[in-house]
């Protein structure tokens, strides 16, 4: 048989495929001492080992068959699967609000490629339409493809691309914006598009999956809904976040954009708003609302674009016994912002000090958060803070590290005067510094603690 067939395998897993006479793509039964499965056999990717062969069963999941368990398989039909969801032309149905959908790639506009095993970037805007059909219900959509990179590839020439795209389209009357966007970084795309877009009179809605779109468990589908409902039904005209609220399909919830983070690799509900509460939790019908302070949709088109972001910002994630070399070679390097994410209230190491005073001596804006995550800067408490206020260094309040960073460089963009920069970074566009954090804005819940499995018994679904 030709080898064509067997894409990807190689080696014992190959001898067993031509043993059987059993094609990838072939719908096969096989017998195994861990029972009978059937399944399409899939190609195998390309670096993996060639002692497992892997079938998608009638669940829609992938599973892994160990080829020494295997008594016997048998071929029973075939069927090449296309992975690729043709665009459909989205219908217009007049009384629905406009949506512009950006497309900038990941994985809620992704498929898995079988030869490398990756999720790539491969569903063009237009074909979510395909996927969910049920956003003509929502709104009347617009789509344009700006990318079609990995988050992790989005940066500066990304983000003042996408804030003169919104301004276009908030200009041109557009109801509502939603942004598809690579979860591993869309809270600082959420945090950069909220300084480059400001006081925007439509919602702007980040919106990403954890999920590839072929899996069972996807949360693309309903984060979309989530997000197309909010963009355009919704009268928060902010730059938000929208994602899963539980692990469950119950709602989605609304973050700012400025107060948000990814906390967990690979669950749906991985975002959570930081110091304070969600603005708002969102269906496919509704949306009830959380925090009430917020921006109201309003009827002009008026918007401040703010294009801006200088690359010669870092982050320098302090760690115990931190030489002064690691500073000297940032300022060497040409970096003119460092966003230090310190212990405690914002504490490093004394060693630091004289590369510290170098830095502020050419030039350098330093500015303080915290590894804690939730609370304050507190450079006064203690002589360490005092000392390091004294060498140029700039408590940051409580603003998320990452958000820090991308302001100094949306900041430093425009100009390179301290005070002016000191006045850009510390007077709050929208909520990434607080006065206060409520006391529900710091939740951390510990497993096996008696009340907390009371609750989370009563809540896990």
């Given at each position: 048989?030709?080898?064509?067939?067997?894409?990807?395998?190689?080696?014992?897993?190959?001898?067993?495929?031509?043993?059987?006479?059993?094609?990838?793509?072939?719908?096969?039964?096989?017998?195994?001492?861990?029972?009978?499965?059937?399944?399409?056999?899939?190609?195998?990717?390309?670096?993996?080992?060639?002692?497992?062969i892997?079938?998608?069963?009638?669940?829609?999941?992938?599973?892994?068959?160990?080829?020494?368990?295997?008594?016997?398989?048998?071929?029973?039909?075939?069927?090449?699967?296309?992975?690729?969801?043709?665009?459909?032309?989205?219908?217009?149905s007049?009384?629905?609000?406009?949506?512009?959908?950006?497309?900038?790639?990941?994985?809620?506009?992704?498929?898995?490629?079988?030869?490398?095993?990756?999720?790539?970037?491969?569903?063009?805007?237009?074909?979510?339409?395909g996927?969910?059909?049920?956003?003509?219900?929502?709104?009347?959509?617009?789509?344009?493809?700006?990318?079609?990179?990995?988050?992790?590839?989005?940066?500066?020439?990304?983000?003042?691309?996408?804030?003169?795209?919104i301004?276009?389209?908030?200009?041109?009357?557009?109801?509502?914006?939603?942004?598809?966007?690579?979860?591993?970084?869309?809270?600082?795309?959420?945090?950069?598009?909220?300084?480059?877009?400001?006081n925007?009179?439509?919602?702007?809605?980040?919106?990403?999956?954890?999920?590839?779109?072929?899996?069972?468990?996807?949360?693309?589908?309903?984060?979309?809904?989530?997000?197309?409902?909010?963009?355009g039904?919704?009268?928060?005209?902010?730059?938000?976040?929208?994602?899963?609220?539980?692990?469950?399909?119950?709602?989605?919830?609304?973050?700012?954009?400025?107060r948000?983070?990814?906390?967990?690799?690979?669950?749906?509900?991985?975002?959570?708003?930081?110091?304070?509460?969600?603005?708002?939790?969102?269906?496919?019908?509704?949306?009830?609302?959380?925090?009430?302070?917020?921006?109201?949709?309003?009827?002009?088109r008026?918007?401040?674009?703010?294009?801006?972001?200088?690359?010669?910002?870092?982050?320098?994630?302090?760690?115990?016994?931190?030489?002064?070399?690691?500073?000297?070679?940032?300022?060497?390097?040409?970096?003119?912002?460092?966003?230090?994410?310190?212990?405690?209230?914002?504490?490093?190491?004394?060693e630091?000090?004289?590369?510290?005073?170098?830095?502020?001596?050419?030039?350098?804006?330093?500015?303080?958060?915290?590894?804690?995550?939730?609370?304050?800067?507190?450079?006064?408490?203690?002589?360490?803070?005092?000392?390091?206020?004294?060498?140029?260094?700039?408590?940051?309040?409580?603003?998320?590290?990452?958000?820090?960073?991308?302001?100094?460089?949306?900041?430093?963009?425009q100009?390179?005067?301290?005070?002016?920069?000191?006045?850009?970074?510390?007077?709050?566009?929208?909520?990434?510094?607080?006065?206060?954090e409520?006391?529900?804005?710091?939740?951390?819940?510990?497993g096996?603690?008696?009340?907390?499995?009371?609750?989370?018994?009563?809540?896990?679904?």
């Amino acid at each position: 048989m030709d080898n064509d067939i067997f894409q990807g395998y190689t080696g014992k897993a190959l001898a067993i495929l031509q043993k059987y006479n059993v094609r990838v793509w072939g719908k096969a039964k096989m017998e195994t001492t861990r029972g009978n499965f059937e399944g399409t056999v899939l190609p195998r990717a390309e670096h993996q080992d060639d002692e497992h062969i892997v079938m998608k069963i009638a669940t829609g999941y992938n599973i892994g068959i160990d080829i020494k368990t295997i008594n016997t398989m048998k071929e029973v039909g075939y069927s090449k699967a296309n992975y690729a969801i043709p665009e459909q032309e989205f219908p217009y149905s007049k009384g629905l609000p406009g949506v512009k959908l950006f497309g900038t790639g990941g994985t809620i506009a992704s498929r898995l490629d079988y030869r490398t095993g990756a999720v790539i970037p491969a569903f063009s805007p237009g074909e979510l339409y395909g996927a969910v059909p049920e956003l003509a219900d929502i709104c009347n959509l617009e789509t344009e493809k700006v990318f079609a990179v990995f988050s992790e590839n989005m940066g500066p020439a990304q983000y003042i691309a996408l804030a003169k795209a919104i301004g276009k389209e908030i200009e041109k009357g557009i109801d509502g914006i939603v942004i598809g966007h690579g979860t591993d970084t869309l809270h600082h795309t959420a945090a950069a598009l909220t300084f480059m877009v400001q006081n925007p009179p439509v919602p702007i809605v980040l919106v990403g999956s954890q999920r590839s779109s072929d899996r069972p468990s996807s949360d693309a589908a309903l984060n979309l809904m989530h997000a197309m409902y909010a963009a355009g039904h919704g009268d928060i005209a902010e730059v938000m976040v929208s994602m899963f609220g539980p692990t469950s399909d119950d709602y989605g919830l609304l973050h700012k954009g400025t107060r948000v983070r990814k906390m967990h690799s690979s669950y749906r509900s991985t975002f959570r708003t930081i110091g304070h509460t969600p603005l708002a939790m969102v269906r496919r019908t509704g949306i009830e609302h959380i925090h009430k302070d917020y921006k109201p949709r309003r009827k002009d088109r008026n918007v401040k674009i703010l294009p801006y972001f200088s690359d010669k910002v870092t982050m320098l994630y302090y760690y115990p016994g931190m030489k002064p070399d690691t500073i000297d070679a940032l300022v060497d390097a040409g970096y003119k912002g460092i966003v230090i994410v310190g212990t405690g209230l914002g504490h490093v190491n004394k060693e630091l000090y004289p590369a510290i005073e170098r830095a502020h001596k050419k030039g350098v804006h330093m500015y303080m958060t915290l590894q804690t995550i939730w609370g304050y800067v507190h450079m006064f408490v203690y002589d360490t803070g005092r000392d390091m206020m004294a060498r140029g260094i700039i408590p940051a309040g409580n603003m998320l590290p990452e958000v820090a960073f991308i302001k100094l460089g949306w900041a430093l963009g425009q100009t390179d005067d301290p005070e002016k920069v000191k006045e850009l970074m510390l007077t709050p566009i929208n909520d990434e510094i607080t006065e206060r954090e409520p006391y529900n804005g710091y939740l951390v819940y510990q497993g096996g603690v008696p009340e907390v499995e009371e609750f989370v018994q009563k809540v896990r679904k």
